[in-house]
């Protein structure tokens, strides 16, 4: 028999510091391993601003644009030769078609699945980036040639499934396109740096694309945006810098840590009933019509 008295849930306190601050140090980590930091930015927002998942992964977005934006420019004054254009270029064909896909499963895939869906994949982006799947040096070939179709072919594949987990989980694209340099291509397995390059400058169209589709929904709080970019704008240009006398295998190890410890908080986490969001939303006089996309958080 249930309680009429039982109190409701409180609503999540948000933690301006944690917030800063972390977001600070994933803007270092993206644009020192070129991978976004989507998958770290998505669940400090969700847990520290806080804000619902999936509007979470649409913030996330927002500021992993303007890192990576930024991380190029700077790329581009350091060591602009680092960068595979063409290869760039193909992936980023790629990533525009299969960001509208990630985009109509976010549409459909319910709260707590999206959830569960979300911890497997960043378990196996940590048990890749941790070395536990062997790398295969001749998937493709030495190096990418754009005149041979099997170079195009992997790109544009590679490519869409970078937009299509950048779309679904805020993440940038950089986790599939590094990974996927580095078994594609033998030389690059053994050149972080143009893997990391390269991936830096596909990701910067990508993410904005997938952002472009978030923020169509009304699945971005844009609010959160000039509170987080100063200090990561100084942090993303401090990554580039580093990149080139940091031991990239140290911090892709400890990333992979991470990762693992975020999956597990995402899958164990229950829906929150109660958001300070919630509040926001029904004052306004179009609480009486959820927003697209607004059905499962």
């Keep these: 028999m249930n309680s009429p008295d039982k109190p409701e849930p409180k609503m999540p306190r948000r933690r301006p510091v944690l917030l800063v601050s972390s977001s600070g140090v994933i803007a270092f980590l993206s644009t020192l391993l070129g991978i976004g930091g989507g998958a770290f930015q998505v669940q400090i927002l969700a847990a520290w601003a806080p804000l619902r998942m999936k509007r979470s992964v649409g913030t996330s977005l927002a500021l992993i644009t ?70 295969a040096t001749h998937l493709v070939g030495d190096s990418p040639v754009l005149s041979e179709p099997t170079t195009i072919g992997f790109a544009l594949a590679a490519g869409f499934l970078a937009g299509l987990t950048s779309t679904l989980f805020g993440i940038g694209g950089g986790m599939v396109i590094v990974p996927a340099l580095m078994i594609g291509y033998s030389d690059l397995s053994d050149n972080f740096a143009v893997a990391r390059a390269t991936s830096l400058i596909a990701i910067v169209p990508i993410s904005a694309w997938a952002l472009f589709l978030h923020a169509r929904i009304k699945n971005v709080a844009w609010k959160e945006v000039p509170v987080l970019l100063p200090l990561s704008a100084v942090t993303a240009t401090a990554g580039v810098i580093a990149a080139y006398w940091i031991r990239a295998d140290f911090l892709t190890m400890v990333f992979a840590v991470l990762l693992v410890v975020m999956a597990i908080k995402s899958a164990l986490e229950k829906v929150r009933p109660k958001m300070p969001e919630d509040q926001l939303i029904s004052t306004t006089p179009a609480s009486t019509s959820p927003a697209p996309g607004s059905r499962d958080g």
Excluded at 85 to 95: I, K, P, S, T
Excluded at 109 to 121: A, D, E, G, H, K
């Design 66 to 135: 303007a890192i990576v934006i930024i991380g190029m420019i700077v790329q581009l004054i350091t060591a602009p030769g680092d960068i595979l254009w063409g290869e760039a270029g193909l992936l980023v064909v790629g990533a525009f078609a299969g960001a509208p896909v990630g985009n109509w499963l976010l549409r459909i895939i319910p709260r707590q699945l999206f959830r569960y869906v979300f911890s497997v994949f960043l378990l196996l982006v940590a048990v890749r980036m941790a070395g536990l799947i062997p790398q």
